[in-house]
């Protein structure tokens, strides 16, 4: 990744206060001695590159507002989860970061959706595809569920929490997440993006137009332009 790839685009305020959160942590950790907590700080700051890792690697470009929707999962998960120790502080957190997460999925499986009919939204079935992507979500969720369970087995951590509630509490959540990030796919199908969750989504296809371009269409004659001549 070079530098250019985060000079030359602006960031949003949820990224920029993330930024500035880590480094203010890492900073008191150096004067308090908290070599732990500056550790911490510097791994989820390299985590919150990795957006733009993939923006170098893929050649494609992901709307502001997603990655730092990214970046403050990555903060608020790891972070301060870990340091602040919100999840015990705050019983709504694990709540939150879950539904959160989930909506991004949905959106992301949306997208993924999009890239097969080429982004032709309007010949895209809104209920197939949003269907697609509430399943996507759900999926992923159940598949993390799965590593807390091994990583609670085979190593003796305590991921799940109060088991069977925690898992199933962490399941409905991602499932409501998921409705409404597959609302937004479906609302972006049938209406087009002119705000929030749709808007984003709107975003992605139209800075990203060598995703979506039919190159086979474009090389083709339209049928419109073809003037049939009969023979004298």
Known sequence: MTNGTLKNRSHSVFTW???ALLAASAIAG???????????AAVVFGLTLLP?????WTDLRLPKSFIGAVV??????IFLGEIGDFYERFWWWDAVMHTGSAIAFAMIGTVIMLIFVRGDRLSAPPLLL????????????AIWEIFEFGMDVMFGLNM???GLIDTMGDLIVD???ALIGAGAGYWYLKRGGSKFLPLTIEKFVAENPQVFEDKDAAKSPRRDTIVETAPH
Not at 30 to 40: A, I, M
Not at 131 to 137: E, G, I, N, Y
């Open 30 to 40: 150096v004067f308090t001695g908290s070599w732990d907590q500056v550790f911490l």
């Open 160 to 162: 799940q929490k109060s």
């Open 17 to 19: 206060v993330s930024w």
């Open 175 to 177: 499932a409501i997440g």
């Open 72 to 77: 403050f999962f990555l903060v608020g998960t």
């Open 52 to 56: 733009f890792v993939f923006e170098s």
């Open 130 to 141: 949003a269907t697609m992507a509430f399943s996507f979500a759900v999926s992923i969720g």
